[in-house]
């Protein structure tokens, strides 16, 4: 079940519900577009703060798609852009079921 999402494409956008550092809630709705997707990764334009690793990423049904645990910076076409980085939710899966905790 925790790996049911449909997958997220480029060009869809997703958000995050964070809690940077253990503070005050934060949610990235708006402006939140997927930039890149393959087997193990979704990269976003996201605005994110530090301590926000472990934060929840939701495809625009609000299925979760990821977890988000950091930036990268990627240079495409001559141009450097930062993105935000989360693991696809079904790597995750994947992981817990061969650890025997799904």
């Known amino acids: 079940e925790l790996a049911d999402a449909e997958p997220v494409s480029v060009g869809e956008r997703v958000s995050i519900i964070q ?13 939140n577009i997927v930039r890149h997707v393959d087997d193990d990764v ?13 934060s ?3 495809n625009e049904r609000w299925q979760l798609v ?3 645990h950091r930036w990268v910076t990627v240079e495409e076409f001559g ?6 980085q989360g693991r696809r ?6 992981g817990l079921a061969s650890a025997g905790v799904l």
């Open 19 to 31: 809690h940077p550092n253990g503070g005050v809630k934060k949610i990235g709705m708006h402006h």
């Open 89 to 94: 939710i079904s790597r995750v899966a994947e």
């Open 66 to 68: 990821g977890l988000h």
């Open 79 to 84: 141009k450097r852009e930062f993105r935000n």
């Open 42 to 54: 979704i990269q976003y334009w996201t605005d994110t703060e530090a301590g926000s690793s472990g």
């Open 56 to 58: 929840p990423v939701f």
